[in-house]
T-cell receptor, first 114, second 111 residues
Framework: NAGVMQNPRHLVRRRGQEARLRCSPM?????VYWYRQLPEEGLKFMVY????????ESGMPKERFSAEFPKEGPSILRIQQVVRGDSAAYFC????????????FGSGTQLSVL | EDQVTQSPEALRLQEGESSSLNCSYT??????LFWYRQDPGKGPEFLFT???AGEEKEKERLKATLTKKESFLHITAPKPEDSATYLC????????????FGEGTQLTVNP
């Protein structure tokens, strides 16, 4: 019974490149969340998705960031034209239902922008 | 806007030395409070959910309590394997699954 799977674990990009982070939720979970943890800061909500729908993207930066959760396959967090300030740990979480549900987190993707 | 503040930022204990971590929150209406544990290089791991003032939950050496303004995580006779960062979080008003996290308390338990 695999948990939330994120890949890659570590991703190095040069400024201006694109970063794609993948997340497969736990089996049976249809709700996916992305959080970002900047150095010396707490976890910050980015986006909440269900299959083929973005439910809440109020925490997403307005430019360069996008997320999707297609009918088939993992959820993708895409960062275009990365800058050094995008360097952070990106965590995906999933839940079986929405609302006051505990979240199950993956081990994260550490993005480093050179 | 929901706010969550944790104290202390860091805590060093000797094995067996009990203590408490604090999580104070400001929300428009209490919709629950979550405690998570995070080990280095890993994602947060769920510990407890508390929904109403006066509620208590226990798991091994950990006990979480909740009042109208704050929550405590009591650690009784800690062991080195309890060393981790402990995070508390509250769900959002409009999107219950949007959690606002505190910055955590980094606990170190020395043998």
């Amino acid at each position: 019974n695999a948990g939330v799977m994120q890949n890659p674990r570590h991703l190095v990009r040069r400024r201006g490149q694109e970063a794609r982070l993948r997340c497969s939720p736990m089996k049976g979970h249809s709700h996916v969340y992305w959080y970002r943890q900047l150095p010396e800061e707490g976890l910050k909500f980015m986006v909440y998705l269900q299959k083929e729908n973005i439910i809440d993207e109020s925490g997403m930066p307005k430019e360069r960031f996008s997320a999707e959760f297609p009918k088939e396959g993992p959820s993708i967090l895409r960062i275009q034209q990365v800058v050094r300030g995008d360097s952070a740990a990106y965590f995906c979480a999933s839940s079986q239902d929405r609302g006051r549900e505990k979240l199950f987190f993956g081990s994260g993707t550490q993005l480093s922008v050179l | 806007e929901d706010q969550v503040t944790q104290s202390p930022e860091a805590l060093r204990l000797q094995e067996g030395e009990s203590s408490s971590l604090n999580c104070s929150y400001t929300v428009s209406g209490l919709r629950g409070l979550f405690w998570y544990r995070q080990d280095p290089g890993k994602g947060p791991e769920f510990l407890f959910t508390l929904y109403s003032a006066g509620e208590e939950k226990e798991k091994e050496r950990l006990k979480a309590t909740l009042t109208k303004k704050e929550s405590f995580l009591h650690i009784t006779a800690p062991k080195p394997e309890d060393s981790a960062t402990y995070l508390c979080a509250v769900p959002g008003e409009t999107s219950g699954s949007r959690l606002t996290f505190g910055e955590g308390t980094q606990l170190t338990v020395n043998p």
